[in-house]
DNA sequence: TATTGTTATACTCTATAACTATA
DNA sequence: TATAGTTATAGAGTATAACAATA
């Protein structure tokens, strides 16, 4: 076979070069179906690139909440990386139990648990960042920096709308 | 809560207003990260619209490049779409069961089997596609039409590179 | 010998509900 | 009464391996 497609250990990494006709669908220039496969091919590729740290990224974006020095409680975590907060738990167990993160009850709500980096887990961080960050640049090379940033631009008015903005009518009551 | 979280039948619709600090953290510029939330909320408002006609937005993509004329064999179905060719049998199975499709033997090579759409199937997949249309216009209302477009013309590149564009190196000896 | 589709199976991810401790 | 976190469990999504038919 002339292309081979890579498989990792939890996550199939897509031929980079699908046959041409597909390419030029309807459906190939459709958004929500661009955003799957760009997102397979960019979170499988950083899967791969996390593996060296024994990470994912999952675990990986709680340990870089943590190391920003935002103080998030599991709530919090949930809502913003999309996770159930019954996944958030699991999460900070596998961070907790590597010595990466701490619970600590927020002294204003002594519900809330805030998670904190150690020092091991700021090391942690700090490498697993770079290997991502290299992925990444992999997984973009076929943008100029320009149209990545234009990229991030667009991507976060999508996907991280303005509290203010336009009602937004994402979520509601026809949902 | 002022914010509820709207549950669907499979898929968490995000709260669309996360807290200010978190929109403005490192993590909220990272890429890979914006396409996981993005992907999140477009697939699952689409899933949401597409439940009125039972249809989820994976089989709903089969159906599409089948009602596209290019006779596409599950083999490139799985390749384009990113599923495992075991989970494309399992939505032709599906689309066949409702009388949408047909599988029909490649006479060229007959080990392939071609995914037809029927006359049912292509009423389906109209009613279908107004349906996930009206939903990508609501999860993308925040973009003009410029910037929409904008945003399609990106994500085609880093999705769906072309075949003797520079190495692509998604996959390769490094994987 | 290699590939397409198929089946069965296992594993990961995600969602649901019930519980506790705090508020 | 309500919310944060926890646990257990179930369900959806995805991957792996073995097989039949065809090349």
Redesign the pocket.
């Known amino acids: 076979?002339s292309r081979p497609t890579t498989?990792?250990?939890?996550?199939?990494v897509p031929d980079p070069a699908p046959a041409d006709r597909f390419r030029h669908s309807e459906l190939g220039g459709d958004i929500p179906f661009l955003l799957a496969r760009a997102r397979?091919s960019t979170s499988?590729a950083a899967?791969v690139a996390l593996e060296a740290v024994g990470l994912?990224v999952?675990a990986f974006s709680v340990l870089w909440l943590a190391c920003e020095g935002l103080q998030p409680?599991?709530?919090?975590?949930?809502e913003f990386l999309?996770?159930?907060?019954?996944?958030?738990?699991?999460l900070?167990?596998e961070l907790e139990g590597r010595g990466a993160v701490t619970?600590q009850?927020?002294p204003?709500?002594?519900?809330?648990?805030?998670i904190t980096p150690t020092a091991a887990g700021r090391r942690l961080f700090r490498k697993a960042h770079a290997l991502a960050e290299a992925a990444d640049d992999r997984s973009l090379s076929m943008l100029t920096a320009d149209e990545r940033r234009t990229l991030g631009e667009l991507l976060v008015r999508v996907a991280l709308p303005a509290p203010d903005g336009p009602p937004g009518r994402l979520s509601g009551p026809g949902g």
């Open positions: 076979m498989r990792t250990a939890g996550e199939v397979a499988g899967n994912k999952r409680s599991q709530r919090e975590l949930s999309n996770l159930d907060p019954s996944q958030i738990v699991a900070v167990d619970r009850a927020d204003r709500d002594r519900r809330q648990r805030i």
